[in-house]
């Protein structure tokens, strides 16, 4: 069964600094997806970047960027020049067409300080 | 803009009273997707349709039920829900993995 652990359940980083959120899963698939979700307190779940496991380049969206280690199975995601609104809950989650279900890692609160 | 609705935000049910949340989407995906989240918690898959076809996780109790009508609508029913059942119920739609979308949740309090 697919794994996916993420080791910071709380992380606090001060508005345009950068921080590294980490994300370590566990599959015996070759094909698959990750993806970090944001969701803020309002609860709904939105999607802020994914990553193909067949592609080696890093996915980015704007200040949202990830390092992907396929080998060492692990996906942390940079958030560079925090905003307060960047603060919320952020989660990482796998997919494979095999299952066609998202598996949720535990989560990490991300606090922006001022 | 299509989107994924769930109806209500906040559900209040009295404990072993029957209780039915829905979910519409625009979006025309194949696929529809329940989660419970319980607080600080990730998001549990309870089970899922690919069009008509139902698949429910293994460990899924079986005192939740789900019922997709048409492509647009996903309901979930649990049949006596007990206190542990309190949670937000999140419904999701993908078409594959094109737009994997969730809704805003339904928050479920058992009294």
């Known amino acids: 069964a697919q794994t996916v652990t993420q080791s910071q359940p709380e992380m606090s980083v001060q508005e345009a600094e950068t921080v590294t959120l980490s994300c370590t899963y566990d599959?015996?698939?070759?094909?698959?997806?990750l993806f970090w979700y944001k969701q803020p307190p309002s609860r709904q779940m939105i999607l802020v970047i994914r990553?193909?496991?067949?592609?080696?380049q890093n996915a980015t969206e704007n200040r949202f960027s990830v390092n992907f280690q396929k080998a060492a199975k692990s996906f942390s995601l940079k958030i560079s020049d925090s905003q307060l609104g960047d603060a919320a809950m952020y989660f990482c989650?796998?997919?494979?067409?095999?299952?066609?279900?998202?598996?949720f890692g535990t989560g990490t609160r991300l606090q922006v300080t001022l | 803009d299509a989107m994924v609705i769930q109806n209500p935000r906040y559900q209040v049910t009295q404990f072993g009273k029957p209780v039915t949340l829905s979910c519409s989407q625009t979006?025309?995906?194949?696929?529809m997707y329940w989660y419970q989240q319980k607080s600080s918690q990730a998001p549990k898959l309870l089970f899922h349709?690919?069009?008509?076809?139902?698949?429910n996780e293994a460990d899924t109790p079986d005192n939740f039920q789900s019922r997709r009508p048409n492509t647009s609508f996903c309901f979930l029913d649990i049949r006596s829900p007990g206190l542990g059942d309190a949670a937000m119920y999140l419904c999701?739609?993908?078409?594959?993995?094109?737009?994997?979308?969730f809704g805003s949740g339904t928050r479920l309090t058992v009294v």
């Open positions: 599959t015996s698939e070759s094909d698959y997806y």
């Open positions: 989650a796998y997919y494979t067409g095999t299952a066609s279900k998202l598996t």
């Open positions: 349709y690919y069009d008509k076809d139902f698949n």
């Open positions: 990553q193909e496991a067949y592609k080696q």
């Open positions: 999701a739609t993908s078409e594959g993995l094109k737009a994997y979308t």
């Open positions: 979006l025309n995906h194949n696929v």
